[in-house]
């Protein structure tokens, strides 16, 4: 778990993309030294990248500056999935900063991963217990995500037991929606092909719509997010027979 001191430096550089380790001290109260060891650990958690005199983070897309955005929110998200997966099961994780962070929590356990995304495909390049299976089609540099005919092909090749997909928004009129429209139509695809589907996001998604809809509320089984999310929304989903986990 991150410290008060590291969110907050999370905060900070989500304000302003770059921010320098003398600024960061004195807004912090600290020394530049102190600073300097708090970017090594989050440079090491994948949550920034240090440069010269400071530390930046990546572009709006890149998975890396997704997951310090609410950061302690998706990390208790992902501890508890992972808690849920047990050992011999095989599982499709879309992609999404929640979902990577679930990848990280699951290197130790005997559980096989097929994913749509690289960036989570290679949280597991240390060595482990978990097999993974990347799903092949064009490749998203930001994202990292694959998309395509032949994504689709080769997910119509797989068995799983369990689909975890990522959102950028949801309303009860869109449904939930991403902001990418290749991205859309791989989650769509998995969705319509799995027996039980999990929503993974934080809570600041639900109550904004994106660019395109991947699926509404009654087509998926489960819904894993954390407990700030408004009270109108734990009525609407158990309503609905949804499973809701806050995390």
Do not use: P, W
């Amino acid at each position: 778990m991150l410290s008060e001191r590291h969110n907050r430096i999370l905060q900070m550089m989500n304000g302003d993309n770059q921010i320098s380790v003398k600024d960061m001290a004195a807004s912090l109260n600290v020394s530049s030294v102190t600073i300097r060891q708090d970017l090594n650990f989050l440079e090491s958690e994948g949550l920034l990248k240090r440069v010269h005199g400071g530390a930046v983070i990546g572009e709006a897309d890149d998975i890396s500056n997704r997951m310090s955005i609410n950061y302690e929110n998706k990390l208790r998200i992902a501890h508890k999935i992972a808690d849920m997966i047990k050992d011999g099961e095989t599982i499709l994780i879309e992609s999404g900063s929640t979902n990577a962070l679930l990848a990280r929590e699951l290197v130790r356990k005997d559980v096989t991963i097929i994913t749509t995304n690289v960036f989570i495909a290679r949280q597991f390049r240390k060595k482990g217990k978990a097999s993974v299976v990347l799903m092949g089609g064009l490749y998203q540099h930001e994202s990292e995500s694959l998309v395509g005919k032949i994504t689709k092909l080769c997910i119509d090749q797989v068995n799983f037991d369990k689909a975890f997909i990522g959102i950028d928004g949801y309303t009860k009129k869109a449904g939930f929606t991403l902001r990418d429209l290749l991205r859309a139509e791989i989650s769509a695809h998995i969705i319509r092909r799995s027996s039980e589907v999990y929503i993974v996001s934080d809570s600041s998604k639900f109550g904004r719509a994106e660019l395109t809809n991947i699926c509404q509320a009654c087509d998926i089984h489960h819904i894993v997010t954390d407990v700030a999310l408004d009270e109108s929304y734990v009525r609407e989903f158990q309503d609905a027979g949804i499973d809701l986990v806050l995390a």
